[in-house]
């Protein structure tokens, strides 16, 4: 099981950035994913988590409304599409998962990362002008 989190950059504040993560070795249908952050000197967070099936979606409350978590099992892809972007938001990203046959409410798998058994390495977000 491999992860790989790209599209993070250097973006002014109100701007939007998405952020991919790729993975392989495995087939992602199935699979609960989520994307976390970790700023400097901050226990890493839970962002956004999705269901197997893209159907249940969680959002940390400093995101909702402008990010959105999305899926795509036929690339074998998870987005990130993050909107009005804020100091607030600059970290590293980093998507995660959990083995299929684990199923967890979302909220819960976002509120507890170091229940993720799968990690990418991150891509790091700065929000400054």
């Known amino acids: 099981v491999q992860l790989q989190a790209s599209g993070g950059g250097l973006i002014q504040p109100g701007g939007s950035l998405r952020l991919s993560c790729a993975a392989s070795?495995?087939?992602?249908?199935?699979?609960?994913i989520g994307w976390f952050r970790q700023a400097p000197g901050k226990e890493r967070e839970g962002v956004s988590c999705i269901s197997g099936d893209g159907g249940d979606k969680y959002y940390t409350d400093s995101v909702k409304g402008r990010f959105t978590i999305s899926r795509d099992d036929a690339k074998n892809m998870v987005y990130l599409q993050m909107s009005g972007l804020t100091a607030e938001d600059s970290a590293v990203y980093y998507c995660?998962?959990?083995?299929?046959?684990?199923?967890?409410?979302?909220?819960?798998?976002?509120?507890?990362?170091?229940?993720?058994?799968?990690w990418g390495e991150g891509t790091q977000v700065t929000v400054s002008s």
């Open positions: 070795g495995f087939t992602l249908y199935g699979w609960q």
């Open positions: 995660a998962t959990i083995p299929r046959t684990v199923i967890r409410p979302v909220s819960t798998m976002c509120n507890n990362y170091r229940a993720m058994r799968y």
